[in-house]
């Protein structure tokens, strides 16, 4: 054979009739002689006017499954053929197969993938944006429920500053819904004045429009909603931006601060006034002198008046501080209606008032007014049932003649008010530079008083007390300061302001507690029982340690009888501190010691207030005694002290008897014991058991 085969194909010559003529290769299953019944046999056959054809099925000659063709030999009954074994077509097949299957394979892997990854975009895709439909769904719903919830009113704009939203809390201090007003220019809705001036403020929208930047409300702002109710706000106004920085609109933050802004009214209310009368305090008066002493330089002219209370001390004590809050308010009102409004006046601590005069501004027109104050100031106030009067002392000085500086006008007023006090109470003065020279002495005195401490130059002498028909009682303690130069000794009243000085007081009154039991007890060795009054001073009787003083002088002098001991405090001295003054006195009495009323009538005590004091003496102080008889008023006086005194069962003591007539008198209205020039003069500790060994009484009995 001259013609190349693939493997495991075949030739064939096959007659119509079935016999096989000839193959390539031979037939290994069958022969040239048998008919042929394989599948090209078959097909023939059943294919006779067929001029070809294609086949498949077992071929009998060789035993095998295969694939041919047949194609009629013209002219001959002779078909010829060529077939092959299937599975070597399938290899074929499959080897011409491998790159187009692998192409195919690999473009149906890659359109899997990218199928698969379109499909994952896509969902990808569509579960970003239905996240980000759902992330702007909660944020909007969470901006709303915020919105709605703050305590903040919140309304945006659009860039002409119209209303694009607002929160409810917006809509209540608007007094409008957004529905309303949605699209509306912000000015007509958003309407908003000085609370002061009720001028309209500038709305902060325009200016973050303008100027791009977050700006706040000017202070004390309000908000006039629709239906005219008012609210003190407070806000800011920032710009909304794209995320390429172009504003969008603008969104106003505000919130009601009506109950703050009350809260510090009345917070700034209370700093600067006083509590209980509701006048300015001493702070805000102070504001106000300072603010007066600036406006005036060298224009305005006014006075600045203290005025403190005569006698309120004393209602305090025995009716009680609430009855004494109710005699304050009550006097604030009468001094308001008084004073005017064009005129400050302030309480500045206790009973203590102070006064900013701008009118009027003549000194005459200023008598008159101050004389009524006084007149309105001492009538009758009903405190819880009863009636009580006060009286008041004033002291006034001038701006700019006296000073024009507040402290000092404050300084030089108070000066005046206690050269008032002085004076006899419920009247005025003006600051004048006799009362700083006055005050110089007092000065010179505290600092002489120092020195006679430091140089032990105090000294006590004695004045004796004698019962009207009888014997010698006693002898009250006289302080004098020895001057070191020769030229004598002084009496308290070159150093009366010492008495009282806060560093003084005490050491004073040591001093001469101690200097007075130690003379008595030199006495009683020398067989002379004489009772001994010590005067004590207020600030020394209201000091925390003043009975410790007491305890330490009778420890020190153990021997000597308590009951000759008699302290002697002026009559206004426990009206400073009522309920104090009493705890102390009282004290003083268990430990048997007496108390004797000083200089008694001078002050403002009333018959409760005598009969709650635990004394045991009274002493009618000289200056009525001394003019009783020429003056029918002192008379009286002497006689009403005297008669009471009776009636409560004390010891009457008359200061300043001078005359046998004065002993005379006394001796009719009551009084049993003397003490004064016609008894005998004050005297040092030596001379006093000499006179006493050659005293005859000034009255004899009949």
């Keep these: 054979m001259g013609y190349p085969l693939q493997a495991h194909t075949g030739l064939f010559l096959l007659r119509r009739d079935g016999y096989l003529e000839a193959r390539d290769p031979p037939p290994d299953k069958t022969s040239f002689t048998i008919r042929q019944t394989g599948i090209a046999a078959r097909y023939v056959a059943t294919h006779t006017h067929s001029a070809g054809g294609v086949y498949m099925g077992y071929s009998t000659a060789v035993g095998q499954w295969r694939l041919g063709a047949v194609e009629d030999v013209p002219n001959y009954p002779l078909v010829a053929g060529a077939s092959i074994l299937r599975s070597t077509l399938w290899d074929m097949w499959a080897r011409s197969m491998i790159g187009p299957s692998l192409v195919i394979a690999f473009l149906a892997l890659l359109g899997?993938?990218?199928?698969?990854?379109?499909?994952?975009?896509?969902?990808?895709?569509?579960?970003?944006?239905?996240?980000?439909?759902?992330?702007?769904?909660?944020?909007?719903?969470?901006?709303?429920?915020?919105?709605?919830?703050?305590?903040?009113?919140?309304?945006?704009?659009?860039?002409?500053?119209?209303?694009?939203?607002?929160?409810?809390?917006?809509?209540?201090?608007?007094?409008?819904?957004?529905?309303d007003i949605r699209g509306e220019p912000l000015d007509n809705v958003f309407k908003i004045i000085n609370e002061t001036t009720r001028e309209t403020v500038a709305n902060p929208v325009h200016r973050v429009l303008d100027e791009g930047r977050i700006m706040g409300l000017a202070n004390h702002t309000t908000l006039i909603s629709a239906d005219g109710h008012e609210y003190a706000i407070e806000d800011s106004a920032a710009p909304i931006r794209s995320r390429t920085g172009q504003i969008l609109g603008v969104v106003l933050v505000f919130h009601d601060v009506s109950q703050r802004r009350q809260l510090a009214d009345q917070l700034a209310h209370q700093a600067g006034h006083d509590a209980l009368t509701q006048l300015p305090n001493r702070r805000l008066f102070q504001q106000h002198l300072e603010a007066a002493c600036q406006v005036g330089q060298g224009v305005n002219s006014f006075f600045v008046a203290i005025l403190d209370l005569d006698g309120f001390k004393q209602i305090n004590d025995l009716f009680g501080h609430d009855s004494g809050d109710v005699l304050l308010c009550a006097l604030a009102k009468r001094m308001e209606l008084i004073f005017g409004k064009q005129n400050i006046i302030a309480r500045l601590g206790g009973d203590e008032f102070g006064l900013i005069l701008y009118k009027p501004q003549k000194i005459k027109e200023i008598d008159v007014l101050l004389t009524q104050a006084l007149g309105k100031i001492s009538e009758p106030v009903e405190v819880l049932g009863s009636l009580v009067t006060v009286s008041a002392t004033i002291g006034i000085s001038s701006f700019p003649s006296d000073a024009d500086?507040?402290?000092?006008?404050?300084?030089?007023?108070?000066?005046?008010?206690?050269?008032?006090?002085?004076?006899?109470?419920?009247?005025?003065?003006?600051?004048?530079?006799?009362?700083?020279?006055?005050q110089q002495l007092i000065a010179e005195g505290i600092h002489m008083a120092e020195q006679a401490l430091a140089e032990n130059r105090f000294v006590l002498w004695y004045q004796p007390l004698v019962a009207l028909h009888g014997h010698v009682l006693g002898v009250e303690a006289l302080l004098r300061l020895d001057t070191g130069r020769g030229e004598g000794l002084l009496n308290p009243s070159h150093f009366s302001s010492a008495l009282d000085h806060p560093l003084l007081a005490r050491k004073i009154g040591r001093f001469v507690l101690d200097a007075a039991v130690h003379q008595g007890m030199l006495w009683r060795k020398q067989g002379f029982f004489l009772r001994v009054g010590i005067n004590i001073s207020a600030r020394h009787l209201l000091d925390s340690d003043f009975m410790q003083d007491i305890h330490a002088i009778l420890a020190r002098y153990p021997d000597f009888p308590r009951d000759l001991i008699e302290l002697e405090v002026t009559e206004s001295a426990p009206m400073l501190d009522f309920p104090s003054a009493i705890t102390t006195l009282q004290a003083i009495n268990a430990l048997g010691i007496h108390i004797a009323l000083d200089d008694f009538g001078t002050g403002n005590a009333s018959l409760t207030y005598l009969q709650r004091l635990p004394a045991q003496t009274i002493k009618i102080d000289q200056s009525f005694v001394r003019d009783i008889l020429v003056d029918n008023k002192d008379l009286a006086i002497v006689a009403g002290v005297a008669s009471t005194a009776q009636a409560l069962g004390l010891e009457i003591v008359a200061e300043g008897v001078e005359s046998l007539g004065h002993a005379r008198k006394l001796a009719g209205l009551g009084v049993n014991v003397l003490q004064g020039f016609a008894v005998a003069q004050p005297m040092p500790a030596e001379d006093i058991l000499n006179w006493v060994a050659h005293y005859k009484p000034i009255l004899r009995e009949d």
Excluded: C, H
């Design 112 to 179: 899997l993938l990218v199928y698969r990854y379109l499909r994952y975009y896509t969902e990808l895709q569509e579960k970003l944006r239905s996240d980000a439909e759902m992330a702007i769904w909660e944020a909007k719903e969470r901006a709303e429920v915020t919105l709605s919830s703050i305590g903040d009113a919140v309304i945006t704009t659009d860039t002409q500053a119209r209303v694009t939203g607002a929160n409810s809390v917006a809509e209540n201090l608007l007094g409008k819904k957004i529905s």
């Design 405 to 438: 500086d507040p402290g000092q006008l404050l300084r030089l007023a108070d000066l005046a008010m206690y050269a008032a006090k002085t004076a006899g109470r419920n009247g005025y003065v003006f600051y004048n530079e006799a009362l700083e020279a006055k």
